[in-house]
């Protein structure tokens, strides 16, 4: 998997997002909230090529999970960066 | 001629025989007359006597107001934009390099509506120019309040202007600074607005800049509700009333970076309103 180009994270306040500049549609702005996870892992793996497994290795060194929640965990957010155009899956 | 628009300098060249004050009215008020000794930076040039035609670029954006059609189209040395007003099939056109530093316009003049063609161009010169250093052009009204500007930014026939007549109306020592694009500059952690010569419909040019107490994000309801807005909520209310070419990579990240401040910086609503009193005091007294 990889990223797609030129996404920015951003921290605004206490929160993180992504804001996608390449709608089409006048005025219509998509921005994609991340929480702090989302926003660790998405900063580690920005610009280059990574593994569902990678992935969830990092959540198990940072933060006291199972092996088991952090795959589920990934898988979530896998689906949710898909579907929302943020990565690609090839 | 130059002018000076929230404290930028910028020069249009006009022909030989244009008469300024006719062909921008609205500009008279900005008009900018430099010392001898000194020199401005200038924020953008606009040349109407130097136009050559390019070839085909690819049309990136379109869109149509009461203002006129326009198309921005990508091309190898940065933008041409094309301009018709919907009452006349004249079209004028502009090339400006990717940074809107330097902008050569054709203009027929001959078109009864070339004036706010040129108008129109100038805008777009100046909002996109003005993302590249430290501002934002706006579409809101803004009224000046005690020393401070309340922006009222909206949808299209949200009532922007009407909220801004109510305030005039009811508030004393309420002043028009702008009723359609003013502009937002952010100078030692202070976000100002800005009149300028682009006001819509209502004839207000001034020269002014004040500090910002407040950015109202409206839409009408059944009902006055109030609400602040932090963060990415913050964010989100400003971002579609900004002026940008949307794919410019780099003017919209630096949208996005003004923005990001804006919504941590300053004071944020969302008011669902009447058009009656109770909504201008409930916006003008939640703060």
């Known amino acids: 998997m990889r990223t797609k180009e030129d996404l920015t994270l951003r921290k605004i306040g206490n929160k993180y997002m992504i804001v996608d500049t390449l709608t089409e549609e006048i005025n219509m702005v998509d921005v994609y909230t991340m929480n702090e996870t989302a926003a660790l892992l998405w900063k580690t793996f920005n610009k ?22 952090a795959t589920n965990d990934v898988e979530n957010l896998i689906k949710d960066w898909i579907s929302y155009g943020l990565i690609y899956n090839d | 001629m130059r002018y000076k628009v929230a404290n930028h300098v910028f020069e249009v060249i006009l022909p030989s025989e244009a008469n300024t004050e006719l062909l921008l009215p609205s500009f008279c008020p900005f008009i900018y007359i430099s010392k001898d000794e000194e020199i401005e930076p200038l924020l953008f040039l606009l040349d109407t006597t130097t136009y050559y035609p390019q070839e085909e670029g690819v049309l990136i954006e379109e869109s149509e107001n009461d203002m006129g059609h326009i198309t921005i189209w990508k091309i190898e040395q940065g933008y041409r934009i094309e301009a018709r007003h919907i009452l006349a099939n004249k079209r004028h056109a502009m090339i ?11 203009i027929q003049w001959e078109d009864e509506y070339a004036s706010q063609i040129l108008c129109s161009m100038l805008r777009i010169a100046f909002s996109q120019s003005l993302l590249r250093e430290d501002g934002i052009g706006i579409h809101a009204s803004a009224i000046a309040h005690n020393g401070k500007c309340f922006l009222f930014l909206g949808k299209s026939g949200t009532g922007k202007s009407t909220h801004a007549a109510l305030w005039l109306q009811h508030i004393e020592k309420s002043e028009l600074i702008n009723d359609d694009n003013p502009a937002i500059r952010i100078q030692d952690n202070i976000a100002y607005a800005y009149g300028t010569p682009w006001s819509g419909k209502t004839p207000c040019y001034k020269n002014i800049g004040l ?5 109202t994000r409206l839409q009408q309801a059944p009902a006055n509700i ?5 963060d990415i909520e913050a964010f989100t209310a400003l971002l579609p009333s900004c002026s940008v070419i949307k794919q410019d990579k780099r003017l919209y990240e630096k949208l996005c970076d003004k923005l990001t401040w804006l919504a941590e910086h300053t004071h944020i609503a969302y008011l669902q309103c009447l058009p009656d009193k109770e909504a201008v005091m409930l916006n003008k007294e939640t703060i």
């Open chain 1, 48 to 69: 280059r090529n990574f593994t569902q497994e990678e992935m969830v290795n990092v959540l198990c060194n940072e933060y006291e999970v199972t092996q088991e929640q």
């Open chain 2, 96 to 106: 400006a390099d990717k940074e809107f530093r330097t902008i050569r316009a054709s």
């Open chain 2, 211 to 215: 500090p910002i107490a407040k950015i």
């Open chain 2, 226 to 230: 109030h609400r602040r807005l932090s």
